[in-house]
């Protein structure tokens, strides 16, 4: 079955640190990625996303790229900040499936300190 | 952009009791609302999907008897946990799917979640 592998957390940072979250996963087909981030007491909000293979997802810094070959969608940032402390998740769901499931990995908490 | 609410956000019950937790999409329809149950420090786990106007489909393991949803339209969904006990504590998130939007993406609208603490 499908399944999303992400990087163990706790990650600590310092303001204006470069920021890499790791996300494998194994898949039947070809889907699409995600990563989702859940700010403390709020639901989860997309962040980003790519769609095929080679295709760059970025939004607020942040950016992954879809790599086939390596079936990865690692998250970076070159600078991060105090407000980006939260959870983030990397998902993947299929294209024209008749329920779009997500499967997400287990989440990385991110703490970011001034 | 598109909103997705739930209520109550936090619940304490006896045990035994029943308990209903409604998930309404605010500014969109949603032919499709997911039902997930997050753990404490580990991820999100899909309980059943939901579609307007059948029944739902539930996640292997997970017992539709005492997870009772019901999508009677295409803003609410709503999950009942019948007979709750202390292990049916847990944070329930519901999510959405904007059928308006012709995405090919798939991207879910997520609720802030509800918290039931089962005493």
């Known amino acids: 079955g499908d399944s999303v592998t992400q990087m163990e957390g706790p990650v600590t940072l310092s303001e204006e640190a470069f920021l890499t979250i790791n996300c494998t996963y194994t898949a039947t087909g070809y889907p699409s990625l995600f990563w989702y981030v859940q700010y403390p007491g709020e639901g989860l909000q997309l962040l980003l996303k790519a769609t095929k293979a080679d295709d760059k997802g970025s939004n607020k810094g942040f950016e992954a790229t879809y790599r086939k070959e390596t079936t990865s969608f690692h998250l970076e940032k070159g600078s991060v900040q105090v407000s980006d402390s939260a959870v983030y998740f990397c998902?993947?769901?299929?294209?024209?499936?008749?329920?779009?499931?997500?499967?997400f990995g287990k989440g990385t908490l991110l703490t970011v300190n001034p | 952009g598109a909103v997705v609410s739930q209520h109550p956000s936090w619940v304490i019950c006896k045990s035994g009791t029943s308990v209903k937790i409604e998930c309404r999409s605010l500014d969109f329809q949603a032919t499709t609302m997911f039902w997930y149950r997050q753990f404490p420090k580990q991820s999100l786990m899909l309980m059943a999907t939901?579609?307007?106007?059948?029944?739902?489909?539930?996640e292997q393991g997970v017992e539709k008897d005492k997870f009772l949803i019901n999508h009677a339209s295409l803003t609410l969904s709503t999950l009942t946990v019948t007979s709750a006990h202390p292990e049916d504590s847990s944070f329930y998130i519901c999510?959405?799917?904007?059928?308006?939007?012709?995405?090919?993406?798939?991207?879910?609208?997520f609720g802030p979640g509800t918290r039931l603490t089962v005493l």
């Open positions: 999510s959405a799917r904007d059928i308006t939007s012709g995405s090919s993406y798939n991207e879910q609208f």
């Open positions: 998902a993947l769901s299929y294209s024209g499936g008749s329920n779009y499931k997500l499967t």
């Open positions: 939901s579609n307007e106007g059948s029944k739902a489909t539930y």
